[in-house]
């Protein structure tokens, strides 16, 4: 008789038709000539029936299954109308919250690119950028943008008065001048400080559309200050974190960012200048151009922004809309992360 | 893709509730996380979205068992005593099966429990590994040990029970 008995871990794969063929020859042949083993796979076969009837004994109700929590057919199905806070992107919406936050710190550029001055420019080109000087710190006259988006004069809106003063108490410390009045030669100190970058001439909106699928067209990286040049402010970005601008052909002015987390997880953010509006035609872009800088307009813009997953290059991306910014993440989201990205964000 | 998962909502969502069931003990708790776990399956559109929903479904459940802890919602009906109703009412004696199961699959080790559950849920042992990190080989393993300690538990919680009634 064989020595090597079949153990129990076998006779169950075996019990189960889970052995591979081979296995199963094998297992099959000793069995044939050891009735020891014969024996273990019945009181095997026994056990394996005595735990599916306790099993059964802790099964659920019967009850019918409900309709399907989404639409069949090709059509793409509806984004979820808010996000569950325990969704495992839950952080993703957060650092995008951030992102915001930082985007309407800053407040809107002028309309009208200032004056190039090459001087200033290749000045600054050689100073190494100052990152404590990101996002939340910029600063520029909100309520100009406010006047060019809101109905004409004599129906003031609410939200949009409250979001003018809020941003002019924020600006309070930091403006050169107490103006508050749309003026592109008044500039924020940091603003001042570095150059004024010459912003290419006007193209006509057809062609700033975006592609549809803005990541299928190839995307070259530029350095930093064409990158602030063509967007006439910094780029927006996750501060202390390498950052690498980059500008396709089919669209000179959309500017991406993209910006690689530790967990492998890329982030990228589109923009383009703020007064061309989202990188890429949007139903919510007439909501998106307006500006409420209170966190809770903030929090209903998240909602209202388009969340739309895309499948390009056979890989997932989540896109988010967020005023002038489009927001792409890819690649796997530990929830660990988040703390470590808010940090970052901070 | 979402064909494809249509068809794996009617063929495996009550696989899906009946795992979910038993991790949460509560019937329209285990199909809320099913729906949402299916939910959250069109969304990411996952490439072998069986799997990935007793995955996702899995996580949810263990959420949901802390904070049901934390509201000591189900210890209540756990100590519901069966001996306050008649013995003879089919649901109660039903109810009390269930939670002598219930009791018995709880003193398997995690692991042990997830291949057993998964496994009664229809997944394959490749499957089984793929989720619990066990090895192809010691699945077969696995199971023999959970199987037989889910019998021997809920024996001797029966034992126990005739002893403590006397």
Same mark, same amino acid.
């Given at each position: 008789?064989?020595?090597?008995?079949?153990?129990?871990?076998?006779?169950?794969?075996?019990?189960?038709?889970?052995?591979?063929?081979?296995?199963?020859?094998?297992?099959?042949?000793?069995?044939?000539?050891?009735?020891?083993?014969?024996?273990?796979?019945?009181?095997?076969? /026994?056990?394996?029936?005595?735990?599916?009837?306790?099993?059964?004994?802790?099964?659920?109700?019967?009850?019918?299954?409900?309709?399907?929590?989404?639409?069949?057919?090709?059509?793409?199905?509806?984004?979820?109308?808010?996000?569950?806070?325990?969704?495992?992107?839950?952080?993703?919406? $957060?650092?995008?919250?951030?992102?915001?936050?930082?985007?309407?710190?800053?407040?809107?550029?002028?309309?009208?690119?200032?004056?190039?001055?090459?001087?200033?420019?290749?000045?600054?080109?050689?100073?190494?950028?100052?990152?404590?000087? $990101?996002?939340?710190? %910029? !600063?520029?006259?909100?309520?100009?943008?406010?006047? !060019?988006?809101?109905?004409?004069?004599?129906?003031?809106?609410?939200? /949009?008065?409250?979001?003018? %003063? &809020?941003?002019?108490?924020?600006?309070?410390? !930091?403006?050169?001048?107490?103006?508050?009045?749309?003026? @592109?030669?008044?500039?924020?100190?940091?603003?001042?400080?570095? /150059?004024?970058?010459?912003?290419?001439?006007?193209?006509?909106?057809?062609?700033?559309?975006?592609?549809?699928?803005?990541?299928?067209?190839?995307?070259? $990286?530029?350095?930093?200050?064409? #990158?602030?040049?063509?967007?006439?402010?910094?780029?927006?970005?996750?501060?202390?974190?390498?950052?690498?601008?980059?500008?396709?052909?089919?669209?000179?002015?959309?500017?991406?960012?993209? !910006?690689?987390? =530790? &967990?492998?997880?890329?982030?990228?953010?589109?923009?383009?200048?703020?007064?061309?509006?989202?990188?890429? @035609?949007?139903?919510?872009?007439?909501? #998106?151009?307006?500006?409420?800088?209170?966190?809770?307009?903030?929090?209903?813009?998240?909602?209202?922004?388009?969340?739309?997953?895309?499948?390009?290059?056979? &890989?997932? %991306?989540?896109?988010?809309?967020?005023?002038?910014? %489009?927001?792409?993440?890819?690649?796997?989201?530990?929830?660990?992360?988040?703390?470590?990205?808010?940090?970052? =964000?901070? | 893709?979402?064909?494809?998962?249509?068809?794996?909502?009617?063929?495996?969502?009550?696989?899906?509730?009946?795992?979910?069931?038993?991790?949460?003990?509560?019937?329209?708790?285990?199909?809320?996380?099913?729906?949402?776990?299916?939910?959250?399956?069109?969304?990411?559109?996952?490439?072998?979205?069986?799997?990935?929903?007793?995955?996702?479904?899995?996580?949810?459940?263990?959420?949901?068992? +802390?904070?049901?802890?934390?509201?000591?919602?189900?210890?209540?009906?756990?100590?519901?005593?069966?001996?306050?109703?008649?013995?003879?009412?089919?649901?109660?004696?039903?109810?009390?099966?269930?939670?002598?199961? +219930?009791?018995?699959?709880?003193?398997?080790?995690?692991?042990?429990?997830?291949?057993?559950?998964?496994?009664?849920?229809?997944?394959?042992?490749?499957?089984?590994?793929?989720?619990?990190?066990?090895?192809?080989?010691?699945?077969?393993?696995?199971?023999?040990?959970?199987?037989?300690?889910?019998?021997?538990?809920?024996?001797?919680?029966?034992?126990?029970?005739?002893?403590?009634?006397?």
């Amino acid at each position: 008789m064989s020595i090597s008995h079949v153990d129990d871990g076998q006779l169950h794969a075996y019990l189960d038709s889970e052995l591979p063929q081979a296995e199963a020859w094998r297992l099959e042949a000793h069995l044939g000539e050891c009735p020891a083993c014969r024996g273990r796979l019945e009181e095997q076969r /026994a056990l394996i029936a005595r735990a599916s009837e306790l099993l059964a004994l802790a099964a659920p109700p019967a009850r019918d299954v409900p309709p399907l929590p989404f639409r069949p057919g090709d059509a793409p199905p509806p984004p979820p109308a808010r996000w569950p806070a325990r969704l495992p992107l839950a952080w993703a919406a $957060t650092v995008v919250v951030a992102l915001a936050a930082g985007w309407y710190l800053r407040g809107e550029p002028p309309i009208a690119p200032a004056p190039p001055d090459h001087r200033a420019a290749a000045a600054n080109a050689a100073a190494p950028r100052d990152t404590t000087r $990101t996002v939340p710190t %910029r !600063q520029a006259p909100e309520p100009k943008t406010l006047a !060019q988006q809101a109905p004409p004069a004599g129906r003031p809106v609410p939200e /949009a008065d409250e979001a003018a %003063r &809020s941003v002019a108490a924020a600006q309070h410390d !930091q403006m050169v001048s107490g103006s508050a009045l749309p003026n @592109p030669q008044i500039t924020p100190l940091d603003q001042a400080a570095r /150059a004024k970058s010459p912003s290419p001439p006007p193209t006509p909106a057809a062609a700033l559309a975006a592609p549809a699928a803005p990541l299928a067209v190839r995307w070259e $990286t530029i350095p930093w200050d064409t #990158a602030r040049a063509i967007l006439g402010v910094e780029p927006v970005r996750i501060p202390n974190l390498p950052a690498v601008a980059k500008r396709s052909p089919a669209a000179e002015r959309v500017v991406l960012v993209e !910006q690689q987390l =530790a &967990s492998g997880t890329v982030v990228r953010l589109h923009e383009r200048p703020a007064a061309e509006g989202v990188p890429e @035609p949007s139903e919510s872009g007439a909501i #998106a151009n307006a500006a409420p800088s209170k966190a809770a307009g903030l929090r209903e813009r998240m909602e209202v922004g388009a969340v739309a997953m895309q499948r390009v290059d056979g &890989s997932e %991306r989540l896109a988010r809309y967020v005023g002038n910014l %489009r927001v792409e993440i890819e690649g796997a989201l530990p929830a660990d992360s988040l703390s470590k990205l808010l940090e970052l =964000a901070r | 893709m979402p064909e494809d998962l249509a068809e794996i909502y009617r063929t495996t969502y009550r696989a899906l509730v009946r795992f979910l069931y038993r991790k949460v003990w509560d019937v329209e708790r285990a199909e809320d996380l099913a729906q949402e776990a299916f939910a959250r399956a069109v969304v990411h559109k996952p490439e072998s979205a069986r799997g990935w929903l007793f995955v996702v479904a899995a996580n949810m459940a263990r959420d949901d068992a +802390r904070r049901a802890a934390r509201e000591r919602r189900h210890l209540t009906l756990l100590k519901s005593d069966p001996a306050s109703a008649p013995a003879v009412d089919d649901a109660v004696h039903a109810e009390t099966e269930r939670s002598r199961v +219930r009791t018995a699959l709880e003193q398997l080790t995690p692991r042990d429990r997830e291949a057993l559950l998964l496994w009664d849920a229809g997944l394959s042992y490749d499957e089984i590994a793929t989720q619990t990190g066990l090895a192809r080989g010691a699945v077969g393993t696995t199971l023999a040990r959970a199987r037989r300690r889910l019998v021997e538990a809920f024996a001797g919680g029966e034992r126990d029970e005739h002893i403590a009634r006397g």
